[in-house]
């Protein structure tokens, strides 16, 4: 069974600092790869997706950047937070791009502050 | 252009009763649609989807959906709905070759 693990689970940073999510997902070869914003509260909106190992395509980007390096890892960082930046990141993995579900993993909750 | 509306922010209803809470899509082509519920600090769990066929769509929870390709919609349903359903639920539209595009969400709040 395929598994997705998001870390860390929470963080709280300041204003100006460096910033690195990840997400690994396990028993599935080749995934579909997504990141997502959602706002306390919010819609989700999507961030940056990724079909193959060093290929990431972005969709709005707020100041963030993405990578794959492994097949099964999908980063995401900044070098410079904003307030704008809290809200709650979900990482989630697909079959194929357009009409598979997303499998979405637990998130990770960014206070800027 | 793509895009999907989830008109109603909120809904409120009482247990025991019928919900439905409503969708519309744009875009060109043949649409894939897709529910997903989100519990209270918690991430997003997969309903049901829509790709081709049957109009109407079943899914986890006791929950269904009506593709209507008239109106270009896709309301999700459940009869009685529980307490436990509070929640707050997207409508999602698979889109070629990105991200699938969610909506805004909806609140539901069922009172028991």
């Known amino acids: 069974a395929q598994t997705i693990h998001q870390w860390p689970v929470a963080e709280i940073k300041a204003v100006g600092s460096p910033l690195s999510l990840g997400c690994t997902i396990k028993?599935?070869?080749?995934?579909?790869l997504y990141w997502y914003w959602q706002a306390t509260g919010g819609t989700l909106q999507q961030l940056f997706y990724?079909?193959?190992?060093?290929?990431v395509e972005s969709v709005v980007q707020l100041n963030l950047s993405a990578s794959r390096p492994k097949d099964d890892q999908f980063i995401l960082s900044t070098e410079k937070l904003l307030l704008s930046h809290s809200g709650f990141y979900l990482c989630?993995?697909?079959?194929?791009?357009?009409?598979?579900?997303?499998?979405f993993g637990h998130g990770t909750k960014l206070s800027v502050l | 252009a793509q895009s999907v509306d989830q008109p109603d922010a909120h809904v409120t209803l009482s247990e025991g009763a019928s919900l439905e809470l409503r969708c519309s899509y744009s875009?060109?082509?043949?649409?894939?649609l897709f529910w997903y519920v989100q519990y209270p600090g918690q991430s997003l769990q997969f309903l049901l989807k829509?790709?081709?066929?049957?109009?109407v769509v079943k899914g986890t929870k006791g929950f269904e959906a009506e593709f209507r390709k008239s109106n270009s919609s896709f309301n999700l349903k459940k009869s009685p709905a529980h307490w436990s359903d509070s929640a707050k639920y997207f409508c999602?539209?698979?889109?070629?070759?990105?991200?699938?595009?969610f909506g805004a969400g909806t609140k539901l709040s069922v009172k028991p």
């Open positions: 989630a993995w697909s079959h194929s791009i357009s009409n598979e579900r997303l499998f």
């Open positions: 028993g599935k070869s080749s995934p579909n």
């Open positions: 990724s079909i193959t190992v060093g290929q």
């Open positions: 875009y060109s082509a043949a649409p894939y």
């Open positions: 829509y790709i081709t066929g049957d109009t």
């Open positions: 999602a539209l698979g889109n070629n070759n990105n991200a699938p595009r």
